[in-house]
């Protein structure tokens, strides 16, 4: 099995690829839900539908998030009701929070859940999220504490962040299953996702960063900032804001403790001597992923260096 440690739309992206590399049953991807947030009563988790209609085929290929060809009618009648309407959540998008929130108001957990959406859109890729538990990625800034959606998307990430918070951290556990399939996998990728509110949420929840330190596969990452600034989403503002280099370097720093194989951008090879210096050893290719080739190519880089070719 390969596990892929994932965020949004650069993690789907990826594992678009990976699933055309090596059987989508033979990989499990943990989702950081640090970005799940409550719009009228409806639990939204942006991170696992990105990867879930990514997988599925339906997702906004322009966007890279909600699905595609999808109309806003229900969001327009909120907005004449005097909502606030700034998170844009098609019609069909709403199904999904609309049915997912039911299921939890049954007492499931989000785990059960994914796992009940997952089987209607006919996807044969394990997805878990990272936590069954609430967990809120909060973003300090001088205007306060922003919820990540509302920092990134109300405000379009134009105050300066001082700090970022995961609340309900302390008490947040593995969701069944994460911990198991770190320490049993065959190969682990981190995937190109935002280093601080995606995967380093993920790496937040008790015990998960230990298992990566402790898992017999190798791991191999993949450096979602290209010449110093991220391919998609504010990953600069929020690694400048904590004081960490906005590089590939500065991404190796914080995965430096599990991280076997780093691939990075041909853009970034002067950056290879630091790596490495980590004890990381540097794989140099183009990971700009504009077609499904490109995706497939960095995937098939990824898994080889994992020595999974042949799965
Ligand atoms: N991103 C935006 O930039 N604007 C939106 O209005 C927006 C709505 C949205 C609705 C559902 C969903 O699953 C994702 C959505 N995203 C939107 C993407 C999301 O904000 C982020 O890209 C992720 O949370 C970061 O991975």
Not at 231 to 243: N, Q, S, V, W
Not at 264 to 289: A, P
């Amino acid at each position: 099995m390969i596990v892929a440690l994932a965020g949004g739309v650069g993690a789907a992206r990826f594992l678009e690829g990976l699933i055309n590399v090596v059987p989508p049953e033979r990989v499990t991807v943990i989702v950081n839900t640090g970005d799940d947030i409550e719009l009228y009563g409806l639990y939204i988790s942006p991170d696992l539908d990105i990867i879930m209609y990514t997988i599925a085929g339906i997702v906004d290929r322009i966007k890279g998030w909600g699905i595609e060809n999808d109309t806003f009618n229900c969001l327009d009648m909120l907005r004449t009701y005097g909502l606030e309407t700034w998170f844009l959540l098609g019609d069909r998008d709403m199904a999904t929070h609309i049915y997912r929130t039911f299921l939890l108001r049954q007492g499931l957990r989000l785990s059960e859940v994914v796992r009940i959406l997952s089987k209607a859109l006919g996807i044969k890729t394990t997805i878990i999220p990272m936590t069954d538990d609430r967990v809120q990625t909060m973003i300090l800034t001088d205007s306060g504490v922003l919820h990540f959606e509302e920092y990134l998307v109300k405000r379009k990430a134009r105050d300066r962040v001082r700090g970022v918070l995961y609340k309900g951290i302390e008490d947040a556990r593995p969701a069944p299953g994460v911990i198991d399939a770190i320490m049993n996998a065959d190969g682990i990728i981190i995937c190109p996702s935002n280093p601080v509110v995606s995967i380093g949420t993920i790496l937040s929840i008790k015990g998960i960063r230990e298992a990566l330190r402790k898992a017999r596969a190798k791991i191999v990452g993949i450096s979602p900032i290209v010449g110093g600034a991220p391919i998609k989403g504010p990953a600069d503002k929020l690694m400048r804001g904590l004081g960490i280099e906005v590089s590939a370097y500065g991404v190796a720093v914080l995965y430096r403790d599990f991280l076997d194989y780093f691939i990075i951008d041909e853009r970034d090879s002067h950056l290879i001597d630091r790596i490495e210096s980590l004890g990381i050893k540097v794989f140099v290719t183009n990971t700009i992923m504009r077609s499904l080739e490109d995706k497939v190519r960095l995937a098939r880089l990824a898994v080889s260096i994992i020595g999974l070719s042949r799965m």
